[in-house]
């Protein structure tokens, strides 16, 4: 590491300046040295207001600098592989978003190229920290819920309406990583991986409900989908249904997952967890992560799993969700889509 400090390199001026940067600044023993963005204008701006000495529009020349030990990417997806390859090639660890590449071929490649180089390699995947998941998880492995027999997931969100002239264009082109199986399946897959094991086969639906969307370029036609079902069958026997939505036209209840095992059932809504289910389940008391005035659910969960990260660099140890679970996450979207296209089910391909 160049320094006692860890110096963090932030790529996206987007997610990067709105949730990493911070999450960085309220890490003790970490900070930002840099901000690169692709508006040189805009980048220098919002380095000044985040107190981030530099600002670059180039990834290469964010990359070299000495005081930057940990490259957060945090760029639209299809920047990603050109970001963490300049990254990995000057020995730099490395923090990406989701979702992780366009496709498996790339995220296999980055991955390799991660190990290749001995660094420390992260998705950026915060919703393992729920406290209901994490719970959820532990009751599971005490085996509370007996033999996992299905699982089913939804979720109504109005994000592609209510956003409207505030999104990239990006976000609506499935050419370049939009749309919400990424945005928000890539989150839901990676939970079910680590909840219920791997995923063996998908049936999926992708949907586009907003057809034309104003962007912050103005409008422009989707070719990205705002909504998905997906049907899961797990390597351990189980079946999984996940319905997710940005297009609806109020939002819904809280998202919603029913666990159901021979031996019993939780549930988990929005950020509760319950014994049955909310109605006339027992709910479960769980300690919420400590919270920073102003912060949102996403910039608690980003900020605590900064601290981990910053602390595994530290102590040069492995930690999950990493560059695989991304390459593996990346196989089930890529199935969903082939399934979705084709209609029928695509078993995920193993890539050993």
């Known amino acids: ?75 639209p997806p299809h920047l990603h592989h050109a970001a963490v390859t300049a990254a990995l090639a000057a020995g730099k660890h490395v923090v990406c978003e989701k979702p992780f590449a366009l496709d498996a071929g790339q995220a296999r490649e980055m991955l390799e190229l991660a190990r290749a180089r001995g660094v420390r390699h992260v ?58 199986l ?45 909504g998905f079902t997906l049907l899961m069958r797990f390597a351990g026997g189980a079946t999984g249904c996940c319905v997710s939505t940005a297009a609806a036209g109020a939002a819904g209840p809280p998202d919603r997952m029913v666990v159901m095992g021979d031996a019993g059932t939780l549930t988990v809504e929005g950020e509760r967890l319950f014994a049955g289910g909310p109605d006339g389940g027992r709910e479960i008391a769980l300690k919420a992560l400590q919270a920073l005035p102003g912060e949102d659910r996403v910039q608690t969960l980003v900020r605590h799993w900064m601290g981990a990260i910053v602390e595994a660099v530290r102590d040069d140890a ?25 209609g029928r089910w695509v078993r995920i391909a193993d890539g050993g």
């Open 318 to 342: 492995p930690l999950r969700p990493d560059f695989e679970d991304g390459w593996r996450c990346q196989l089930v979207m890529d199935a969903a889509r082939e399934a979705a296209r084709d």
């Open 182 to 226: 990424g945005a928000a399946g890539s989150h839901r897959i990676d939970s079910f991986r680590w909840l219920f094991g791997e995923i063996e086969a998908v049936a999926a639906t992708l949907e586009t409900r907003v057809r034309h969307p104003t962007t912050r370029d103005g409008p422009v036609e989707a070719t990205a989908d705002d």
């Open 123 to 180: 998705m950026n995947h915060e919703f393992r920290l729920s406290p209901a998941l994490v719970e959820l998880r532990r009751r599971m492995a005490a085996g509370e819920l007996g033999t996992l027999q299905q699982v089913v997931y939804t979720g109504a969100g109005t994000f592609a309406r209510t956003q409207q002239g505030r999104l990239g264009d990006w976000w609506f082109d499935a050419a370049r990583g939009g749309g919400w």
């Open 1 to 75: 590491m160049a320094s006692a400090e860890l110096g963090v390199g932030v790529i996206g001026t987007g997610v990067g300046a709105r949730v990493h940067a911070p999450a960085v600044a309220n890490t003790p023993g970490a900070r930002v040295v840099a901000l690169c963005g692709g508006d040189a204008e805009r980048t220098g701006a919002l380095a000044r207001k985040l107190g981030v000495p530099r600002a670059t529009g180039d990834v290469h020349e964010l990359v070299a600098m000495p005081e930057v030990d940990l490259v957060c990417v945090a760029s």
